[in-house]
């Protein structure tokens, strides 16, 4: 077996580990409190599942700069919980009626119930770093905060950008920055933070969290638009028909002739749900190159991540670990 079958062996094998570590933690947390019409949505949403991998980030992290995984979990499990309050909230305000083939929280139960519960789990969030030392809990509730803050600020000017017909792609890459990658690198120096390794350690090991954040987002807007529905696993061109301004529209805005930018900003003002509109659409996402530009630029931010990993004073192995894994989040297909 060759070296870097053996790394992805071994990164796919600690991932999982990882990843059943944090779901055996939340299925034994205790949601059956009293109101029940409380806590019962938090453990709804807690245990529906999904890729998780931002908690398992944060304990690899830890594993990375020398701690043991159980004095991350924690730490792993806060990023979890701050994760799924964000897509309560997140659902209501997109009205969505399905997370991840269930009913939402606010459609199963109420939009109030779905508000408080959302609050609930933020402060559950927070709870969980009171199981550190003063000196960690500090520096976890401080990133923590930022980061918190930082997420609604991206999902405000999300909001922003739908009514406004001037978003450029500077402020287009800010915002996923601030509503995706930052939450990416948080969960990465969470795990440095409890390990206790150096300033230089935990900005970089941050610094790679968040450009693969900005990749991670770009390469899911590019799926929403041109992946396999049965792989990708939801509709192919929602961000189409919800005319979202990612970086396709955006670019292929900037590139396309008069006729065809008339085109898709009328295609754009209208809110008809038609496999048409995906299609012509989608269309002149390649007829303007939007679509490899995209590439490339998906490549660029990622490169971007691997060249943190040259500062990190970490095993040769872990390094080659955390390469595997921006490489397989760039070619992913889900």
């Known amino acids: 077996m060759c070296l870097l079958n053996e790394v992805y062996t071994l990164y796919m094998n600690n991932f999982i580990e990882y990843k059943n570590a944090v779901a055996d933690y939340i299925n034994q947390i205790n949601f059956k409190k009293e109101p ?32 043991n995984q159980n004095e991350a979990i924690h ?11 964000s897509l309560i909230h997140d659902d209501i305000m997109d009205e969505a009626p399905l997370r991840r083939g269930k009913e939402t929280v606010h459609e199963k139960w109420n939009l109030n119930t779905g508000i408080l519960s959302g609050d609930a789990m933020l402060i559950l969030a927070y709870q969980y770093f009171e199981n550190y030392p003063p000196e960690i809990f500090k520096d976890l509730a401080k990133l923590f905060s930022r980061t918190a803050l930082e997420v609604c600020e991206g999902q405000q000017l999300d909001i922003n950008f739908e009514t406004r017909n001037d978003v450029n792609i500077p402020e287009y890459l800010k915002m996923i920055e601030y509503k995706t990658a930052v939450l990416v690198g948080a ?46 696993g939801k509709q192919i061109g929602g961000d189409i028909l919800e005319n979202k301004k990612t970086y396709l529209y955006l ?84």
């Open 75 to 85: 730490a792993a499990v806060a990023i979890e919980l701050f994760h799924n309050f």
């Open 36 to 67: 029940k019409e409380l806590y019962e949505p938090i453990g709804y949403i807690a245990n529906l599942g999904g890729k998780r991998f931002r908690p398992l980030l944060t304990l690899f992290a830890a594993e990375v700069f020398g701690a």
């Open 187 to 232: 969960a990465l120096e969470m795990g440095a933070i409890v390990a206790r390794t150096t300033e230089s350690n935990k900005r970089a090991i941050y610094n790679f969290g968040r450009d693969l954040g900005i990749a991670f987002q770009l390469q899911d807007d590019y799926l929403d638009a041109f992946g396999e529905a049965a792989v990708f």
């Open 251 to 334: 670019r292929s805005l900037e590139k396309a002739s008069d006729t065809d930018k008339e085109q898709l900003k009328k295609w754009f003002s209208t809110k008809e749900g038609s496999q048409e509109k995906i299609e012509v659409v989608k269309a002149l996402f390649q007829k303007t190159d939007a679509t490899s530009d995209m590439q490339q630029l998906i490549e660029k931010y990622t490169e971007k991540a691997l060249m943190q990993l040259e500062s990190l004073d970490i095993p040769m192995q872990y390094k080659d670990e955390l390469k595997e894994f921006a490489v397989s989040l760039m070619n992913r297909t889900v």
